[in-house]
């Protein structure tokens, strides 16, 4: 059969995940501006030209996918809808035929209805990056505190808007100036994130949340989002390589 290597063209990073006899067997990812700058030949894309993929196995052919409704024209592949290729991943990583599945990007947010294995419907948050990986980011970096301690807030939690990513670090000088504490900031900023979620997930009445994308592994997102949903929320292994392994097994 031989590998085939998926490839999931973020905003934010590509990521890439080699699969063949069952299993993956590679991953790698890139700064998706780098990715293009390096690999831009002529109309399309050429692999070759990836230090990230020096490690590879030889694939047979290439699967890709692309951020919002872009294309990835990658020389000698062929493409997959990006919708279908996260419901594909999901799949396949936790083994679950009917659930509504909910991926968190850098710059949009996507639930989609899976039953049978197959994608039923989906709605999706691309007009503003708001409560989104990028939103959460800068969020951390104006406060000086890491992902993972961003992960760990979920007590007391100050009102966010989260209207746009990019004001929200002025919302968040207000708050310090107040005097209002750090971690209740931070735990804001994930409640954020839900809230701007929850409307978006209750129409499909999920049994069971599977959360990929970045911040699936955000720990105080997954609480959050489980106590408002009211259902289990499940991560697989790589959320982050999520659409890449749904590419690598079409």
């Not at 670090?169 to 804001?188: F, K, R």
Request: net charge neutral.
């Amino acid at each position: 059969m031989g590998v085939t290597l998926g490839v999931d063209a973020g905003s934010r990073e590509v990521k890439f995940a080699a699969y063949g006899d069952g299993e993956v067997v590679f991953r790698a990812k890139v700064d998706t501006v780098r990715f293009y700058l390096t690999c831009r030949n002529g109309a399309g894309l050429d692999l070759s030209k990836l230090p990230e993929l020096a490690g590879a196995p030889r694939w047979r052919r290439i699967v890709a996918t692309g951020y919002g409704r872009n294309n990835v024209n990658i020389h000698g592949g062929a493409t997959l809808p990006e919708i279908m290729a996260h419901a594909r991943g999901a799949v396949w990583q936790t083994g679950l035929t009917d659930f509504t599945l909910v991926d968190l990007g850098g710059q949009d947010t996507k639930v989609i209805a899976v039953k049978g294995g197959a994608v039923d419907d989906f709605v999706m948050n691309d007009k503003c990056a708001a409560g989104s990986g990028r939103y959460l980011e800068n969020i951390a970096r104006a406060l000086g505190a890491s992902l993972d301690e961003l992960g760990a807030m979920r007590g007391e939690a100050a009102a966010l808007s989260a209207t746009c990513a990019i004001f929200g670090e002025s919302e968040v000088v207000g708050l310090v100036s107040e005097g209002v504490p750090v971690e209740v900031i931070l735990a804001g900023a994930n409640q954020s994130v839900v809230k701007r979620l929850a409307p978006m997930i209750a129409r499909y009445r999920p049994r069971i949340i599977v959360a990929t994308g970045g911040v699936a592994k955000n720990g105080a997102v997954r609480a959050m989002l489980a106590e408002a949903a009211g259902v289990e929320v499940i991560t697989p292994s790589d959320p982050q390589h999520n659409g890449a392994i749904g590419c690598a097994v079409a």
